[in-house]
C-alpha cells in the first residue's frame, strides 16, 4: 500500500506565498459549504473554480475548471500551478480560523489511485496546528508542498491563536506526475479498488460515512455491505 502522506520534493517561497495572500484577503473568504464538518471557522477562496468565480469553492470530478479574476492578480501562485505539468481542476486557499476544527472525514475518489491527487501548500501555518490522515499526524511546514490521500479518514485542528492558511491544488493523475510519484517511492501500478478491508476497518469505514449521510455515501456503504 502507498504511504497516507508524502511530501514533495519541491518548497516554496513563504514570504511570496504570503505577499500574495494578502491580495487574496482583501475578497470574500465563503464559509465551506459542509457545515457538520467543522466547528468554528472554516472558509475558501477560489482561484479556480467551476464557474469561474471567486466564492465558488465546490469541488467535484469530472466537470470543466476556470481560472478566477483574482487568479490574474497572483504571478507566484501561476508560477506553482505551472511546476505541476498536468491539468488542474479546483485551486484555493482555505483557511481554518484560530481554535477551530474539521473533524474526521473521508473525501471519496481523492487517492492517488483514484486517478487524482490533492496537494496542499501551508502559506500560514504552526506547531499548534494537527493535521492528521489515517490517524498519523502529517507535519506540514510553511512553504512545502504535500500529498495525501484523502479518502482517507482526516481531520485538523487548529489550536493556535492564528488562522492556519493552505494553498490547495487539484490535479489529474498523468505521465508527469506518475514520474514524480515513482521518485517519491509510490508504486504507481497499486490499485486500491484490489485492498480487501478486515471487518473491523469495514465498520469504521461505515460508521464515519453514515455520520454525513448523502447520495454518494450511502452508495459507498452499500458496496461495502455487499463485499
Not at 84 to 95: N, T, Y
Not at 128 to 147: L, N, Q, S, T
Not at 158 to 175: A, F, G, M, V, Y
Request: aromatic content about 12%; some cysteine.
Amino acid at each position: 500500500m502507498n504511504p497516507s502522506s508524502s511530501k514533495l520534493p519541491i518548497s516554496f517561497s513563504i514570504d511570496k506565498l504570503q505577499k500574495e495572500l494578502a491580495i487574496c484577503e482583501n475578497d470574500l473568504w465563503t464559509p465551506h459549504f459542509n457545515t457538520g464538518r467543522y466547528e468554528g471557522n472554516w472558509t475558501s477562496v477560489s482561484l479556480r473554480s467551476q464557474s469561474g468565480l471567486v466564492n465558488d469553492i465546490t469541488s467535484f470530478p469530472d466537470v470543466e475548471y476556470k481560472d478566477t479574476e483574482l487568479l490574474n492578480s497572483c504571478q507566484y501562485f501561476k508560477e506553482i500551478m505551472d511546476w505541476f505539468q498536468c491539468e488542474k481542476e479546483a485551486v484555493r486557499l482555505l483557511r481554518l480560523g484560530p481554535e477551530s476544527e474539521i473533524k474526521e472525514h473521508v473525501d471519496n475518489d481523492t487517492s492517488y489511485e483514484d486517478g487524482f491527487f490533492r496537494i496542499h501548500i501551508p502559506i500560514i501555518t504552526n506547531d499548534e496546528v494537527f493535521f492528521y490522515v489515517d490517524k498519523k499526524r502529517v507535519p506540514m511546514k510553511m512553504g512545502e508542498c504535500w500529498y495525501a490521500n484523502f479518502q482517507l479518514v482526516h481531520s485538523v485542528e487548529n489550536k493556535s491563536s492564528e488562522p492556519r492558511i493552505h494553498l490547495t491544488l487539484d490535479c489529474i493523475r498523468n505521465d508527469w506526475s506518475d514520474k514524480l510519484f515513482t521518485e517519491m517511492g509510490f508504486d504507481i501500478h497499486y490499485s486500491s479498488k484490489k485492498e480487501q478491508y478486515s471487518d473491523k476497518v469495514k465498520q469504521q469505514i461505515i460508521a464515519e460515512l453514515s455520520r454525513n449521510p448523502s447520495e454518494v455515501n450511502n452508495k459507498v456503504i452499500a458496496d461495502l455491505l455487499a463485499k
